[in-house]
């Protein structure tokens, strides 16, 4: 592919569409958002342009109009203040439309990582993009009871990343922590509501002996890692969040839903996020590396036997 250039068309301050309550001004922030780390994921959604009657500047006039909307809903026009609060200053957010000389079929050829981080302008790890095959969960089943796809794709994840950092590593071993994010809205006592908002999440360590399963069998160690947050600063860690299940190939802004949904490239290192394919029953995971590591990880003999690496995106769906 020839080098791609992005050009910025026009760069706007969008203000919510009505002013807030006066009282409603800061908005504290839990605990658990002021220990979690600030980590900020772009989301790529590639659209078919077959698929509407609109012009570009009615479909920017769109997106204009919904974002001002949302941001009329408290706490979403403020800004985080010394991690304690959300300052609602309603100043809003910046929207910046810009075209890149590109047609869908030629990203999807070949969707390699820097051109999803060019539409960001990102710099950081080695991110790769892989797809996984339906026919892993079934061989670790066999092994392992009952086990969940995310978690068999998951711990082949992170089983590889280990190997690679070893053997990127001249066979120097690290002690590991695997932060598995785990959704608690449904499992706090009494139950909070789906559209909470805030960072109810939970992290733990669990060995490596027991690679197969993850999650649900240690939310009580999980407590326990929360007492003692500084604990993990003697591991590698690595961090996986699961998005499967999001209704994210459902976002229909007028123009029909996505044809893939990717992950724009991100600056944390040792981090995997799983999304489900297009069709549903497959899972796609976006991996961060330190290159020297990713150079091992994406040769692995036994990842390759289940993903793909960078497939054509309207083929994977596996």
Request: glycine fraction near 4%; hydrophobic fraction near 40%; charged fraction near 20%.
């Amino acid at each position: 592919m020839a080098t791609v250039q992005l050009e910025v068309i026009s760069r706007e301050l969008i203000k919510p569409s009505s002013g807030r309550l006066p009282h409603l001004r800061d908005y504290n922030l839990s605990y658990f958002d002021q220990i979690s780390n600030r980590m900020y994921v772009p989301l790529v959604l590639f659209y078919n342009p077959c698929n509407t009657s609109f012009r570009t500047s009615e479909i920017s006039n769109l997106l204009k109009k919904s974002l001002s909307e949302t941001l009329a809903y408290y706490p979403f026009a403020g800004k985080i203040k010394d991690r304690d609060f959300i300052d609602c200053n309603d100043e809003g957010v910046v929207f910046l439309e810009a075209k890149v000389k590109l047609k869908l079929p030629e990203i999807f050829k070949n969707p390699k990582t820097e051109v999803l981080d060019l539409l960001f302008a990102v710099e950081g790890y080695e991110f790769e993009y892989f797809a996984f095959c339906t026919s892993l969960k079934a061989i670790v089943a066999d092994k392992v009871q009952k086990p969940t796809r995310v978690e068999v794709v998951t711990a082949l994840l992170y089983k590889c990343a280990i190997s690679a950092s070893n053997a990127s590593s001249s066979g120097t071993t690290s002690p590991t922590v695997l932060i598995q994010n785990v959704n608690l809205r449904t499992r706090m006592i009494p139950p909070l509501p789906e559209n909470y908002v805030g960072m109810p999440l939970g992290y733990f360590q669990y060995p490596k002996e027991r690679t197969a399963c993850i999650a649900w069998n240690y939310m009580d160690k999980a407590r326990a890692v929360f007492k003692n947050n500084n604990q993990e600063a003697q591991f590698v860690q690595y961090t996986c969040s699961s998005w499967c299940r999001f209704p994210i190939y459902e976002a229909d802004f007028g123009w029909g839903k996505p044809v893939w949904v990717s992950i724009g490239g991100c600056l944390d290192k040792n981090l995997i996020i799983l999304m489900d394919s297009k069709s549903g029953d497959g899972i796609e995971a976006f991996v961060t590396l330190e290159e020297k590591d990713m150079a091992a990880f994406e040769c692995d003999e036994e990842l390759l036997a289940f993903a793909a690496l960078n497939p054509t995106p309207l083929t994977s769906q596996v």
